[in-house]
């Protein structure tokens, strides 16, 4: 079962940019906090929640700039079930029990925890899920107080449209650092006291639906509407590059790099039949066929299981076919290579969307493109790109066989790529560790921006660039101010 992943603030429908100012108005929802019972025994009291949920009602008006404002109240339900493993119930189920069992209750939003310690809901399944119009989620445990209160927000916050950004393939973190929420182990998003949590609301501007948008994808809230991160006018979902540097200027070889920053001009690779490009593209057809004189392969989409971070898509290279004609899933993509010159253009056929938001609408291979697409290059036909002792031997970021001019500059930060410890993020904030990165939250302490790679093949790394971002200097908390290395004291 596919599950819309659509925003709370859109559980109020569609309303006109012009009555409804994020600055302006404060929206309020209610959420019933379920707490599910088991008899004798229990640890946690109705007493332990009702102080998280008064926190966490806190924080959330806190972080929105007192834009979302939660009403909440709690029932106790004696529902018995000892089951609490998703191998035996699934999120969906507790939903429908749980919604029946609360039926003359009226909220906007469903979150349930037990009343005593239980190994559940640690897996991407208690993120932030929205069932029939309703927001639901789960908690843990009450305790710690700082971490219960602050993981609840983060929860709905996923109910918003913002996601760990290494999570269902969100390609963005070699683009920005601003639309997705940090994983845990990254950043201090939810932690003991004082509270680093993040604040993408104060980055959002308003809060607003118009006329014509579809229910729960308010263009300036979540969905395919709210993502344009390259910055090039063009939405997200809709972008057949999405991965545009800031420069711009004329592409002869229509492979998205600007001939001003093409390492590799006049490699064209002629591709029809298809809508988009030349990194994504899509088509309406269940069985379309690539038109190119070229040799073509494609890999259908495959899901790996993950229970922390959820269903992660990859490509198996064990399940490459030759052929133009593709088996297109609905809202998914496909892989597609085109052989030519011994070299290898991979780019992505997506089938008709389903609209379903966050939706992965553009994925793509962060290894393959930071080494050699951003160039406007394509690697060996051969290229195994899990093997980054291969193309990169002294793992600096650069490809061992590109002679990168020493004032290449593909960000435009005036930080040439050879000394930019994040070539392709634009910034002006420099530390003993990094240079050429954000201050997002300008407070003098630079967002992470120093990549360490890891040594060895990985087995497949669900299109991500295998790296760490590990500047020791690095601003623990980049969209809130704060002395205490860039977190409020």
């Not at 019933?32 to 959330?60: I, K, M, Q, W």
């Not at 509270?195 to 639906?209: D, K, R, S, V």
């Amino acid at each position: 079962m596919r599950l819309a992943l659509l925003p709370l603030l859109a559980l109020a429908t569609s309303v006109r940019a012009a009555e409804l100012r994020a600055s302006e108005e404060t929206i309020t929802k209610h959420m019933l906090f379920v707490v599910v019972g088991h008899g004798a025994g229990a640890t946690f009291s109705r007493a332990d929640y009702e102080a998280v949920l008064s926190r966490s009602a806190t924080t959330l008006e806190r972080e929105s700039s007192h834009r979302v404002r939660i009403e909440w109240s709690i029932e106790e339900l004696p529902l018995g079930d000892l089951e609490f493993g998703y191998g035996i119930r699934t999120f969906r189920e507790w939903f429908d029990d749980l919604r029946d069992a609360t039926k003359d209750a009226k909220y906007d939003a469903l979150a349930f925890a037990p009343d005593r310690p239980l190994r559940w809901c640690t897996d991407a399944h208690s993120l932030g899920l929205v069932f029939e119009g309703i927001a639901f989620t789960c908690l843990e445990a009450p305790a710690p107080l700082s971490l219960a209160s602050n993981l609840l927000v983060h929860k709905l916050f996923h109910t918003f449209g913002f996601f760990h950004q290494q999570l269902r393939n969100k390609q963005w973190r070699l683009l920005d650092w601003e639309i997705g929420l940090p994983g845990y182990t990254t950043f201090a998003d939810v932690g003991s006291e004082p509270e680093p949590f993040i604040a993408p609301f104060a980055l959002a501007g308003t809060f607003a639906c118009e006329p014509g948008d579809a229910p729960g994808e308010c263009r300036d809230a979540t969905g395919p509407f709210a993502r344009d991160v390259d910055g090039d006018g063009i939405r997200d979902d809709r972008d057949g590059y999405p991965a545009s540097p800031p420069v711009r200027g004329p592409d002869s070889d229509h492979d998205g790099i600007p001939d001003a920053l093409d390492l590799c001009p006049g490699d064209e690779v002629p591709i029809a039949g298809l809508e988009g490009g030349p990194m994504i593209w899509w088509s309406n057809q269940s069985h379309p066929r690539v038109i190119t004189p070229l040799e073509t392969r494609w890999t259908p989409v495959s899901f790996a299981e993950d229970k922390r971070l959820g269903d992660l898509m990859w490509f198996d290279d064990a399940l490459e076919r030759s052929g133009s004609v593709l088996d297109l899933p609905r809202g998914l993509p496909v892989r597609v290579r085109v052989i030519h010159q011994g070299k290898r253009r991979t780019f992505y056929v997506f089938g008709e969307s389903s609209r379903t938001s966050p939706g992965p609408w553009g994925h793509f291979d962060e290894t393959e493109w930071l080494y050699f697409g951003r160039f406007g290059c394509d690697p060996p036909a051969s290229l195994d790109v899990h093997d980054i002792s291969a193309f990169d031997a002294d793992r600096d970021g650069l490809p061992d066989a590109l002679a990168i001019p020493p004032t290449y500059d593909w960000d435009g930060d005036g930080v040439p790529d050879r000394v930019d410890t994040l070539p392709t993020v634009a910034g002006h904030c420099e530390d003993a560790h990094a240079r050429g990165v954000k201050d997002t939250d300008g407070d003098g302490f630079c967002d992470p921006g120093r990549f360490t790679f890891s040594a060895g093949r990985a087995e497949h790394s669900f299109g991500e660039l295998p790296v760490v971002f590990d500047d020791p200097e690095a601003d623990r908390c980049p969209y809130r101010a704060g002395r205490n290395q860039g977190c409020p004291d």
